[in-house]
């Protein structure tokens, strides 16, 4: 852990003069510094207190999706695809992505999560694409392939990617009313529904970039839970009682979730 060293100086506050009611606002220069090292801890101690148990189920089913991550880097010298090399660094980014997520609400942040998330579905949707479609390779590296046609491709694996790209490009990616409102970070409540939907949105996330990761290193996974090998080297989607369990880690006990899935 790293401790930003500050010394204890007299400070000069920037000013702004209001003409109209001649009026003058100052704020310190060290407000920003002061929000990472003064009240993110104390946000950070308030979200555990209550939300601790989230962030330990959250992290149990993103392991799976590292591991397999990291058996992809592994594989790098022996029979890796060039679009498997391609896709493991996609998803190594997508998985800080969404740790990146987890740690802005963790300190207090509602809004910025959402947006995040929504450039993972992008990455997942290009990893979908390059599963399926024989020249994606050639598509990606000479920065032809749009995001348009990755989630058109990737909706047709999974019928849920264009819903989800939908919902978090008009609530988080474009500006809408709930950039029009104002979300101050600020210490965590029991039980509080920003913090609960943040959580959920992250947790539908997390079991989506399972099923992708898994399809990306189908070749060399012996134990899939998400997709069946089919006759002449196809893969079926199918899940089992592996999507019910996946229904139960995303609703949990939340009354405001249950019948939304």
């Not at 992290?59 to 992809?72: D, E, P």
């Not at 029009?180 to 970070?185: A, I, K, L, R």
Request: hydrophobic fraction near 45%; glycine fraction near 6%.
């Amino acid at each position: 852990v790293h401790t930003v060293k500050r010394e204890r100086t007299a400070v000069r506050g920037i000013t702004v003069t209001v003409h109209r009611e001649r009026q003058r606002v100052v704020i310190n220069p060290e407000a920003l510094l002061n929000q990472l090292v003064r009240e993110y801890p104390s946000i950070a101690e308030s979200f555990d207190q209550y939300f601790a148990d989230n962030l330990k189920a959250i992290s149990a089913a993103h392991a799976r999706s590292m591991a397999l991550i990291a058996a992809a880097f592994q594989e790098f010298h022996e029979d890796a695809s060039p679009a498997q090399q391609i896709m493991a660094v996609l998803l190594l980014n997508a998985s800080d992505t969404v740790v990146s997520a987890v740690g802005l609400l963790r300190v207090g942040h509602r809004l910025q999560p959402g947006i995040l998330l929504r450039n993972v579905i992008e990455t997942l949707s290009t990893v979908a694409y390059m599963c399926v479609v024989p020249d994606a390779v050639d598509e990606y590296k000479s920065g032809a392939l749009k995001s348009q046609r990755t989630i058109t491709k990737a909706n047709q694996v999974l019928p849920m990617f264009g819903r989800m790209y939908g919902f978090f490009s008009e609530r988080y990616a474009h500006l809408s009313e709930m950039h029009g409102s104002f979300h101050q970070p600020g210490r965590y409540e029991a039980g509080e529904k920003g913090a609960r939907a943040n959580l959920a949105l992250i947790r539908v996330v997390v079991v989506l970039f399972k099923m992708i990761a898994e399809l990306a290193f189908i070749t060399w996974v012996d134990d899939p839970i998400y997709w069946r090998r089919a006759e002449g080297g196809a893969v079926a989607f199918d899940p089992g009682e592996a999507m019910e369990a996946d229904v139960r880690f995303i609703v949990g006990d939340d009354p405001d979730l249950k019948g939304l899935l």
